[in-house]
């Protein structure tokens, strides 16, 4: 092998190496794309989870915030009622219906607990409650930081506080809202409102977003004032964990209204959100978990690893039986088919695998097998034409040693005075030539077939000594259309031998009709013989097996006839015949109009 050939094998080889790395490389990129895709997961469900958080947190800060200005609007309109005051200045029971009355009127649906505590400390309550609650009320109130300077506040001013439900202490914190009452600038006593912590909790449980999720209410201290209802466990070991040094350290040490980060709280990683209550001194405070932020990213991460692992796997195999089944195999069956093209003998190269490069590998042999028989029968075709080539030559000298004979024996004839063996010799040799004239050729015009046909009924008469009655009607069109090879003549073979036979007792006659038809070319050929019987008739254009035709050859002619047309022009054309017993016979011939080798015609 040429050296350049040598390089152009290698090139064409690492061109297969290159389309390998290609599908290599964008299947590994399909392996890591999970990846990928979980790593942007993981980012977007963590600010979606911010989103969410602090809408959640707008809402709980709007809800808390009616709720003040709803109680707030009742304390302040509940310290002035005259009646309620003179009734706690008389030092009367408030009426049950009474407050009930204001209740129903400012249309509160609240879990409210209303208390007065009179300045002669005396305590009115609604609901009503025992001598212990009363003394834990007392207790309560007692303990917050104002109450000292109570009866020097100023009427409009009102506390919000945070303290144990002085109801049952396992009961969460409870929000007390509290408003001295002055009339002509003496204190009656103290308006306090209580509502259960449960509606806070309950509030802070449509912040969280999965059951990992603990939500607080801090003070401005950053005391926990309120956490979420049904605590689990993760919630209980936040509550223990949260001190205000470290609240100190995550949120007032930028002092900012909204923040979230990272911490560590019960020995586990967690992700904080919190956002300050507008009017008010309280934040809200998010904490959860970061395996139960990520768990979803996790699943895909775990996911992706497994898919990927398998990929990568399926990746190395895949590209093993690819080089070593496909990508090696063509590279030699190429080099096997270029060594072919060169003309040397490759080496079988035997091929196990896939049943698909199996049978291209075998058919490949098998291809340069049918080669070389080809060549070899190629050679024996162009010595048998050669031969065939001088045998042509040698038979062209034959027609012209018989032609001139007949011309020879015609001119004796002549000289005797027998003019009708002259006419006769003359009709043969007409008749000689045109069947040596051109012999390979296989289509005659109309009017050549025509002059033929006449100079075999020429001959016919002389033969028979009987005058037989030719009528020839052609269209003009129809004398250049062109016809196959000897139409005319077999037929009218046909009806002088088996139509004008014995017991035949009439002068012959014979009616040659040509004309056009839209459909194509139309031949008729009539006789006024004997006619064909209609058992005959219905077999005459069957195909005859070899034993019948030895002993009956009456149709073979149009037989031969019909199989020419139907190979030449397709099964729409053919040979019909029509015949009665006794009256004659007529052949119809349909034919595609032929002329200056352009073709018109449809079906028969």
């Not at 007392?138 to 303990?143: D, M, W, Y």
């Not at 291209?360 to 075709?381: A, C, H, P, S, W």
């Not at 088996?498 to 014979?510: A, S, V």
């Not at 006789?527 to 035709?549: C, S």
Request: glycine share 6%.
């Amino acid at each position: 092998m040429l050296p350049q050939e040598k390089i152009r094998s290698l090139l064409s080889g690492w061109k297969m190496l290159l389309f390998a790395l290609i599908s290599y490389t964008v299947l590994f990129l399909i392996a890591f794309q999970g990846m990928i895709i979980s790593k942007q997961s993981t980012a977007t469900i963590q600010k979606q989870y911010n989103q969410i958080v602090f809408d959640k947190m707008d809402s709980l800060s709007v809800n808390l915030i009616n709720y003040l200005n709803y109680i707030d609007d009742f304390a302040r309109t509940l310290s002035v009622k005259t009646d309620l005051m003179r009734r706690i200045q008389d030092n009367h029971d408030v009426p049950k219906d009474v407050i009930e009355g204001y209740l129903s009127y400012f249309r509160l649906r609240l879990p409210l607990y209303i208390q007065i505590l009179t300045d002669q400390n005396r305590v009115f309550a609604y609901p009503p409650i025992d001598q212990e609650e009363e003394e834990r009320f007392k207790a309560t109130l007692s303990a917050m930081p104002w109450y000292g300077t109570r009866l020097f506040l100023d009427n409009s001013f009102i506390h919000s506080d945070v303290a144990p439900d002085f109801h049952y202490r396992a009961f969460p914190q409870a929000l007390y809202i509290s408003k001295n009452m002055l009339q002509d600038d003496h204190s009656l006593g103290t308006l306090t409102i209580k509502m259960n912590g449960s509606a806070i909790e309950t509030l802070l449980d449509t912040v969280r977003i999965n059951p990992m999720n603990a939500v607080f209410i801090l003070s401005p201290q950053d005391q926990v004032l309120f956490a979420n209802t049904q605590p689990s466990s993760e919630v209980s070991s936040y509550l223990q964990a949260l001190d205000r040094k470290r609240l100190d350290e995550l949120i007032g040490i930028n002092g900012d209204d909204t923040g979230s980060g990272k911490l560590k709280l019960a020995g586990q990683d967690c992700y904080y959100i919190y956002k300050q209550i507008p009017s008010t001194t309280w934040k809200v405070l998010s904490i959860m978990p970061m395996a139960s932020l990520h768990a979803e990213s996790i699943s895909i991460w775990q996911t992706t690893g497994i898919t990927t692992a398998f990929s990568l796997l399926l990746i190395v195999t895949f590209g093993y039986l690819l080089y070593t089944k496909l990508l090696l195999p063509l590279q030699r069956m190429s080099r096997i088919v270029r060594l072919a093209g060169e003309g040397e003998s490759p080496e079988r190269y035997v091929y196990k695998g896939f049943k698909e490069l199996e049978t291209l590998n075998g058919g490949i042999y098998r291809f340069f097998e049918q080669i070389q028989t080809q060549i070899q029968t190629i050679k024996e075709v162009e010595r048998e034409k050669r031969r065939l080539g001088v045998h042509v030559l040698q038979e062209q000298m034959r027609p012209h040693f018989w032609h001139n004979s007949l011309n020879a024996l015609r001119f004796m004839a002549v000289l005797h005075g027998n003019s009708i063996m002259a006419d006769a010799i003359l009709a043969l040799t007409r008749m000689l030539d045109y069947t040596l004239k051109n012999a390979h050729t296989l289509f005659s015009k109309v009017e050549e077939e025509k002059e033929y046909a006449l100079q075999y009924i020429r001959f016919q008469e002389i033969r028979s000594m009987q005058r037989i009655e030719m009528i020839v009607e052609i269209e003009p069109q129809a004398l250049q259309a062109s016809i196959p090879k000897f139409t005319l003549q077999p037929l009218l073979e046909n009806a002088i031998t088996h139509g004008f036979c014995t017991p035949f007792d009439r002068k012959p006659t014979l009616r040659l009709r040509i004309h056009t038809r839209e459909e194509g070319l139309c031949i008729w050929i009539e006789d006024n013989g004997n006619g064909i019987e209609e058992d005959k008739l219905r077999t005459l254009l069957i195909p005859q097996d070899q034993e019948r035709k030895s002993e009956s050859t009456s149709g073979i002619s149009l037989l031969n006839l019909q199989a020419r047309i139907s190979l030449e022009y397709g099964s729409n054309f053919g040979v019909r015949v029509h015949s009665k017993l006794g009256e004659g016979t007529r052949i119809e011939i349909a034919l595609p109009l032929i002329i200056n080798e352009e073709k018109a015609g449809g079906p028969l």
